[in-house]
């Protein structure tokens, strides 16, 4: 099983980005998927998760209205578009696929993992 993000960068604050995340080696479409973050010396946070057909989303409260997930099961794909960004963003994102239909938070949930995308916000 590989996932392979992309679509990190340097952006101003209030710009936008979107994330890639490539899966292949497993059944896409029986996995919810998940970006979470971490921030230097911080914990890996889950951002936002969306199920196997995408037709159920979470956000954490912080990136809720500014980030959308979404998924193209054909493609094996999901994607993460985060506007407004915010210098508090800055962080590396990871994918994350879980087998589970409802994950919850944590990170034990997620049996695979891509190799991390940076994202840099500057104030």
């Known amino acids: 099983v590989q996932l392979q993000a992309s679509g990190g960068g340097l952006v101003q604050a209030g710009g936008s980005l979107r994330l890639s995340c490539a899966a292949s080696?497993?059944?896409?479409?029986?996995?919810?998927m998940a970006w979470f973050r971490q921030a230097p010396g911080k914990e890996r946070d889950l951002v936002t998760r969306?199920?196997?057909?995408?037709?159920?989303?979470y956000y954490v409260d912080s990136v809720k209205g500014r980030f959308t997930i979404s998924r193209d099961n054909p493609m094996n794909t999901v994607y993460l578009r985060m506007n407004s960004l915010k210098p508090e963003d800055t962080a590396v994102y990871y994918c994350?696929?879980?087998?589970?239909?409802?994950?919850?938070?944590?990170?034990?949930?997620?049996?695979?993992w891509g190799q991390g995308t940076l994202v840099t916000v500057s104030s």
């Open positions: 994350a696929a879980s087998p589970s239909r409802f994950p919850d938070d944590r990170a034990s949930q997620y049996n695979y």
């Open positions: 080696g497993l059944t896409f479409s029986r996995f919810s």
């Open positions: 969306i199920s196997w057909i995408g037709d159920n989303t």
